[in-house]
């Protein structure tokens, strides 16, 4: 078979989508491509490269007979923020090279957006599929751009590309960054080292978010569904729970009723405040059988039990 190779490989959505993929295809048809982080126990294919380099990321394709992408590298809304030139040179040009090898070599991509390409102009309840996006930060900005170039990819060259715009994603896996809506797994690490938590969002951030594993079983579903299935070409509307920073600390506290937490609101707030609070996402389902299975409890236990043994304790 042709291999599968994925890019952004050690981040927090590869450490779980790379052992899936794995699992249903053999360790030796997937490619992992790192950049800087790599996991130490790591097993598998291992490649290291910059996904803006297209004379390396050609050789890739020739060299494994690559026929599906995953192309998850890239900058996120806070290291955007940090480093605007960058984020836009790695996921607008990264995203070109590997739109730029699939028409090429005939590549099935699946490529993610987020909610971050919704702005402030965007409603902010059951956001519908076709609506304003207007972000104000670089990473939304560099999303849209993305998702319009993915169609034009599509409706021009034909290539096969297959996008969600992912809400906040929560897993354990990989050590959590410093994404806006990561407390939701910082929380964890304070609830099992100290008992204690200071949120970065004020206690009534609503924000569209997802358990890691419905994350990958919807990426994987996505990319299995027949070709007429899709009817978006930019990306889906993708969901499964709402919630806020409150709501998840009532759930903690069924676990450890004294947890302790204080909210200190940083400039995550007003990217917070620039995103919507639901989604509405009945495309993905109609189209190719979208549904989640994790609700705020599950996704709750889960966390913990996962970070719990990820530290050892
Ligand atoms: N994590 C979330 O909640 C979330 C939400 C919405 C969308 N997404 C999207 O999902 C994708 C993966 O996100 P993540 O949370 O795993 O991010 P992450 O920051 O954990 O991982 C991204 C990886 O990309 C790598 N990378 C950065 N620049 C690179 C380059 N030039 N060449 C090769 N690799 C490079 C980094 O080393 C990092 O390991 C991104 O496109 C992101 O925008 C994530």
Redesign the pocket.
């Known amino acids: 078979m042709q291999r599968i190779l994925v ?9 779980d989508l790379v052992p899936e993929l794995q699992k249903q295809h053999g360790v030796d048809n997937v490619i992992a ?5 790599i996991a130490d126990n790591f097993q598998g294919i291992l490649e290291q ?4 380099d297209q004379a390396t990321m050609a050789a890739l394709v020739k060299k494994y007979d690559i026929g599906t992408v995953y192309h ?5 809304s806070v ?1 955007g923020e940090k480093h605007p030139d960058l984020a836009w040179d ?2 607008g040009n ?1 995203l070109k090279n590997i739109l730029d090898l699939a028409k090429e070599h005939q590549l099935k991509v699946f ?6 390409a919704f702005g402030p102009t965007t409603p902010k309840q059951n956001v519908p599929q076709h609506t304003s996006l207007e972000p104000s930060t670089i ?1 939304g900005v560099s ?1 849209v751009t993305g998702e319009l170039l993915c169609q034009y990819y599509f409706k021009r060259y034909g290539v096969d590309v297959r996008s969600l715009r ?4 929560n897993g354990y896996k ?1 050590a959590p ?1 410093d ?1 806006t ?2 407390y939701a797994i910082h929380i964890f690490y304070g609830l099992i080292k100290e008992n204690a938590y200071s949120c970065f969002l004020k206690d009534d951030a609503r924000l569209p978010m997802m358990y890691m594993d419905d994350a990958i079983k919807g990426t994987i579903a996505l990319m299995e569904a027949p070709a007429e299935k899709i009817s978006v070409r930019t990306s889906y509307n993708f969901s499964a729970i709402s919630f806020t920073p409150a709501e998840l600390v009532e759930e903690i506290k069924k676990i450890s009723p004294d947890f302790q937490i204080n909210y200190q609101p940083d400039a995550r707030q007003q990217i917070a405040e620039s995103w919507p609070q639901t989604i509405d996402d009945s495309r993905a389902r109609e189209d190719w059988g979208w549904q989640e299975e994790f609700d705020l409890a599950k996704m709750t236990q889960a966390l913990y039990e996962g970070v719990k043994a990820k530290l050892g304790k």
Do not use: C, H, M
Request: hydrophobic share 35%.
């Open positions: 890019t952004g490989a050690f981040g927090l959505v590869g450490s491509l790192g950049r800087q982080t490269g910059d996904v803006r998850l590298a890239g900058l996120l290291g790695v996921n990264g490529w993610p957006s987020s909610i971050a990473y999303k992912y809400p906040g994603l990989a960054g994404g809506t990561e």
